[in-house]
């Protein structure tokens, strides 16, 4: 069974920085695709950011280009997405999830696995 742990949301003013972790259990980390979405309330999930499995290519959705940066430790079983110049259109929920697949893709559907999610709050 795959468990994914989110962590790291909190409230932040306009032009900060979090840093999301996803912990993952199981031995197999370094076959999946990770991505990570957010919902804010009333709107659908969306796509945020995706690496491959090596950690050598991401994707990005236009809004937090430049911005954030997806990243992860094959060794430590951990995803993270790093979130600079924070703005209140980013507040939302932030859950990570898990692909075992070679391609990144953007849709949420296509994720197997998911994290509880960690909510980020940006006051303006």
């Known amino acids: 069974q795959v468990q994914l742990v989110d962590s790291g949301g909190g409230l932040v003013q306009t032009g900060g920085s979090l840093r999301l972790s996803c912990a993952a259990s199981g031995r197999t980390f370094s076959s999946w695709v990770m991505g990570w979405f957010r919902q804010a309330p009333g709107k659908e999930r969306e796509f945020v950011a995706a690496i491959d499995r090596s950690g050598g290519n991401t994707y990005y959705a236009d809004s937090v280009k430049a911005r954030f940066t997806i990243s992860r430790d094959n060794a430590e079983n951990t995803a993270y997405l790093q979130m600079n110049s924070l703005k209140p259109e980013d507040t939302a929920v932030y859950y990570c999830?898990?692909?075992?697949?070679?391609?990144?893709?953007?849709?949420?559907?296509?994720?197997?696995?998911w994290g509880q999610g960690t909510q980020v709050t940006v006051s303006s």
């Open positions: 999830a898990a692909r075992p697949s070679l391609v990144p893709v953007t849709s949420p559907d296509e994720y197997k696995y």
